[in-house]
């Protein structure tokens, strides 16, 4: 079996139930899944038949998952246990383990830190209001923590920066069987790091002088990355893994730089990047898109969208993008764009802008084409581009959030109960919910604390119980003043767990099909 690296994807055969407030939720029961490249170079999902888990095959029975329990998974010292960047889990042996970063204060901004503007703006119809806004540094180093065996560990990084609020990625980068981490750093480039946090290598990409924030130049000393996600790629398919950082490429087992971006980086607004890839000309080769440019493995332009930078989605027959508050649909083979529409509850100005988070692209209606999940400022909504007849069931749904922090929230969409249809998970500031993918019914709601950046909710089995946990971070700035830190729960990782008996997969179903970003 190739060797793979990326979350573990389940299915539950139980009802989602309450979460408690400020922890990481636990959905059902499972199937363990892995990513591998399909027939024309995208990724998919296969099974993995884990041993010590399942190996695909149904059990004989379906039954509900018991009543929850809360599982605390302490992260100390208490000043930097803030998770805003999504978790990541990986499998070393017969072991999952999570892999996430923990802060400090993002607020309260000091001498020479980067403040926002001093008022933040809504609009409504053609009513805006505006309210005092919080000043930020963005600053701060991360940690790295290491969560498995029921307890956390903190690697020690070698000196090595990591960003505060950037999600990691895992991947066996030269072929040694065991996992590493990528992770972009606090000040520039991006850091490989194997599983006792030892730097494997240090990639300056982009340079300090390459990158710009609200496009003024940042000065020294500023953090480079804002909630980027680094992917792990093998766009050859000749067993050695790419890292595409959105400012460019470097080679997974070296991070020697193969190329640097000469268009977009896969940013939208501050926030990012966050590359994709995909075979978009048939050649059996993956490009990978950043924003509104596709690159070819060799740095050259494919093309260049006429659009500005923003987080792209790949599907089978178009590209998803967002970009400071609208949506477009772009054609895979050449960027034109084929749809485009400004994202449900209108734009909302602050210093950053309009922004949105990370689209994904999913067929939630059987009709063969994808719709598109978006998440805003203030509303989570399903499109649909190509809704224009009356057979068409579905022409989208909104539902309103509270996400005023950030508004570049991710989704994860799953089917947790085997049934064939697809259901939401998203976490905005204060609340993680539970929705039906066809119609934005929300099925569970519960308290969810965060500051929020790109991070989405992650589904696995994080101790081989043989049931799924839903794992999101808290973060105690969650009204984006630390001052408030005492009133919500304790920041960091918490865990509600069932525990699950039987489950079975119905006929034709692809139990634990996660669909996303990764």
Not at 30 to 40: D, F, I, K, Q
Not at 493 to 501: F, R, S
């Amino acid at each position: 079996m190739t060797e793979r690296f990326t979350m573990l994807l389940h299915s539950s055969s139980g009802a989602l139930a309450a979460l408690v407030s400020g922890g990481v939720m636990v959905a059902g029961c499972h199937l363990s899944h892995e990513l591998e490249r399909g027939p024309h170079g995208d990724p998919h999902q296969v099974d993995a038949g884990v041993p010590g888990a399942d190996a695909g095959e149904p059990r004989d029975a379906t039954t509900i998952c018991s009543p929850w329990t809360l599982r605390v998974e302490p992260v100390s010292p208490d000043a930097v246990a803030d998770v805003t960047a999504m978790p990541i889990a990986f499998r070393s042996g017969h072991e999952t383990t999570v892999a996430f970063v923990t802060h400090g204060a993002l607020t309260n901004a000091g001498e020479g830190d980067v403040a926002l503007d001093p008022t933040r703006c809504a609009s409504a119809g053609d009513a805006t209001t505006c309210a005092p806004d919080m000043p930020s540094s963005w600053d701060g180093a991360g940690m790295l923590r290491l969560w498995a065996r029921d307890r956390v560990l903190t690697l020690p990084l070698d000196d090595a920066e990591i960003a505060a609020t950037g999600t990691l990625a895992s991947a066996d980068l030269d072929a040694n069987h065991k996992p590493e981490l990528v992770a972009f750093g606090r000040f520039s480039g991006a850091i490989a790091l194997d599983h006792e946090g030892h730097v494997r290598w240090r990639a300056d990409l982009p340079s300090l002088d390459e990158v710009r924030m609200l496009d003024v130049p940042l000065p020294e000393g500023r953090p480079r990355s804002l909630s980027g996600t680094p992917l792990v790629v093998d766009l050859e398919g000749d067993g050695e893994v790419e890292v595409a950082l959105g400012y460019g490429l470097v080679e997974g087992r070296t991070g020697e730089v193969r190329w640097r971006a000469s268009g977009h980086r896969g940013i939208n607004r501050v926030y990012g990047p966050m590359p994709c890839a995909g075979d978009l000309d048939g050649d059996g080769v993956l490009e990978i898109v950043a924003g509104g440019t596709a690159y070819r493995a060799d740095g050259s332009v494919l093309w260049q969208a006429a659009v500005s930078d923003g987080f792209c989605a790949i599907g089978e027959t178009a590209i998803a993008l967002v970009s400071e508050g609208r949506l477009f649909l772009l054609d895979r083979e050449d960027g034109a764009v084929r749809w485009t529409t400004m994202l449900a509850g209108g734009l909302r100005m602050g210093a950053t802008g309009p922004a949105g988070g990370p689209p994904t692209l999913v067929d939630v209606d059987g009709d063969g084409d994808d719709e598109i999940l978006v998440a805003s400022e203030s509303r989570l909504a399903l499109y649909d581009p190509r809704c224009h007849d009356p057979s068409c069931t579905i022409d989208g749904w909104s539902i309103a959030i509270e996400d005023g922090l950030s508004g570049v929230t991710g989704v994860t969409v799953v089917d947790v109960d085997g049934d064939l249809a697809l259901e939401v998970l998203h976490a905005d500031q204060t609340t993680l919910r539970l929705l039906d993918a066809r119609t934005g019914a929300v099925r569970v709601s519960t308290p969810r604390l965060s500051r929020t950046r790109t991070e989405r909710p992650l589904f696995v089995d994080v101790d081989g119980d043989g049931s799924g946990e839903i794992l999101v971070g808290i973060s105690s700035e969650w009204d984006g003043n630390h001052d408030r830190r005492d009133e919500g729960p304790s920041a960091g990782l918490a865990v509600v767990g069932p525990v699950c008996a039987r489950w079975a997969t119905p006929p034709g179903s692809s139990p634990g099909r996660l669909i996303g970003p990764d």
